[in-house]
């Protein structure tokens, strides 16, 4: 594939969001105090993910009429197993960047784990003050990269917010199955990837 750039989600696409998430639905729980197992909660989490909801979190919340809230933290996200070796494989080819819906202090996150140095660009919601699945985002990233849409591809875990609006863009993509919203099923032919991995280890496979 003749591509120049290859942008990244960073949520269930580079970091594992999954002790994250568990340790959110414990100390909420705790909170509110109500009587729910964590596993019924991540149960309706992970339907809350299927039916598109933009917050899975969210979704279980009020579906189980909890009012108290609990912070997302990322203290416990950790990296994929095989990410800082696939990032040193393809910064070699491509150039790198990221498209994500984070705060600014993950720039401190990713020198933190010894991957910054791989990306040419990150382009960060709260610091661009735009957000996915917005199309303006993405068409902001091509602008950035000065590069044709084409010559790019998206690299994310959900159709809703990286897959769709990358395809409406012009970019190629590829889904990364894992974490919460790999139950996610295409709406539309919009929302169907142009290739499929089920690890970040296979992005070498396809990115030769």
Avoid at 18 to 33: A, C, F, N, P
Avoid at 98 to 126: G, H, M, V, W
Avoid at 190 to 195: I, K, L, M, S, V
């Amino acid at each position: 594939m003749q591509f120049e750039w290859v942008l990244f989600d960073l949520g269930n696409t580079l970091y594992d969001e999954s002790y994250s998430d568990y340790d959110r639905v414990i100390s909420l729980i705790e909170k509110s105090k109500c009587n729910i197992s964590p596993d019924d909660f991540l149960k309706q989490m992970k339907r809350g993910a299927a039916s598109y909801a933009s917050s899975p979190f969210t979704y279980a919340r009020e579906y189980f009429g909890i009012i108290t809230n609990h912070p997302y933290s990322t203290e416990k996200e950790v990296l994929f197993d095989g990410v800082y070796d696939v990032l040193n494989i393809l910064s070699r080819k491509y150039k790198l960047g990221i498209l994500a819906n984070q705060p600014s202090s993950t720039l401190e996150r990713l020198k933190r784990d010894e991957i910054y140095n791989f990306f040419d660009i990150c382009l960060l919601s709260e610091t661009e003050n735009m957000f996915k699945p917005d199309i303006a985002f993405f068409e902001h990233a091509i602008k950035k990269v000065n590069c044709s849409p084409s010559k790019i591809v998206m690299v994310g875990d959900r159709l809703d917010n990286d897959i769709m609006p990358a395809k409406k863009s012009g970019m190629k993509t590829i889904r990364i199955k894992q974490g919460l919203n790999s139950i996610q099923k295409p709406l539309s032919d919009e929302y169907a990837p142009d290739w499929e991995v089920t690890s970040v280890q296979q992005l070498c496979d396809f990115l030769k």
